[in-house]
């Protein structure tokens, strides 16, 4: 069974993929993970996909990052490590073609490999973001350097920091940039689809020009900052373990802002 869904309409030149694991909260296994790299890499070659709507099935979650029960065998060495949440994103398979996210529900820790690589964020009102990592004694290194190309210092920092003690709401993620739109909830599909057909109709060669053009505002800054994120994960991560104390030690209450 896939765990990603791929519905394009050739009308409109818009595709829709979704993260089909809702019983999982979306989470990514490494099945899921090689079919959105593949996906991206196929609509390279695609002219009748012009531009993408990405978003997660369910209701519940968009995407809860990298499934808990992946195994993912690691080298010794700090400044190599093995991340399969690094090549899920369209920027990291080459692709140049406008990605908006539709958001609904949780959208936590890896999910943000996903946001950190779409062109804009649509979000429905009920949409929650938030980074567990610190929580559970793990270092939050790329989804960070994600998300610190989007928001202002300081909201990046909080919400790395707080961990799973505070979720940034809907509205809040508007307020400092991460989302562009909050639309009611069950609507973040359409009204992303929306933009997106409004985008698609537009000449092929100017769209993925302004996307090349707006990324290397930030390209340069952003490389530097992921070469570091190896180490620094290898080096600062409590052993599996210990991690695994944590998260079963610290399911309580959370407070959104």
């Not at 818009?14 to 089909?20: G, I, Y």
């Not at 769209?207 to 290898?234: D, F, I, M, S, Y």
């Amino acid at each position: 069974m896939s765990s990603v869904r791929v519905e394009r309409d050739k009308d409109t030149g818009v595709a829709v993929v979704t993260l089909d694991r809702p019983e999982r909260h979306n989470a990514i296994d490494l099945a899921a993970a090689r079919q959105l790299g593949a996906i991206w890499r196929e609509f390279r070659f695609d002219e009748s996909v012009r531009a993408v709507v990405l978003t997660g099935a369910g209701g519940r979650a968009f995407c809860s990052g990298i499934d808990r029960e992946v195994d993912v065998p690691q080298p010794p060495s700090p400044y190599s490590i093995d991340d399969p949440l690094l090549s899920i994103g369209p920027k990291a398979n080459d692709l140049w073609k406008p990605v908006i996210a539709a958001v609904r529900g949780m959208a936590c820790g890896g999910a943000f490999y996903l946001l950190g690589e779409a062109e804009f964020v649509v979000a429905a009102e009920d949409a929650a973001f938030f980074d567990p990592h610190t929580t559970y004694g793990m270092v939050s290194a790329y989804e960070t350097i994600h998300m610190a190309q989007r928001m202002p210092f300081g909201e990046v920092a909080r919400m790395a920091l707080m961990g799973t003690g505070e979720r940034v709401s809907a509205r809040r993620a508007y307020e400092t940039g991460l989302v562009s739109e909050v639309v009611p909830s069950g609507e973040e599909v359409a009204a992303a689809a929306r933009a997106a057909e409004v985008i698609a109709s537009y000449p092929t060669e100017a769209v993925q020009g302004t996307v090349r053009a707006v990324w290397a505002a930030t390209e340069g800054t952003r490389g530097q900052a992921l070469a570091q994120a190896p180490h620094l994960v290898a080096l600062g991560n409590l052993p599996s373990d210990r991690q695994a104390e944590l998260f079963t030690a610290r399911r309580s209450g959370f407070r959104t802002r």
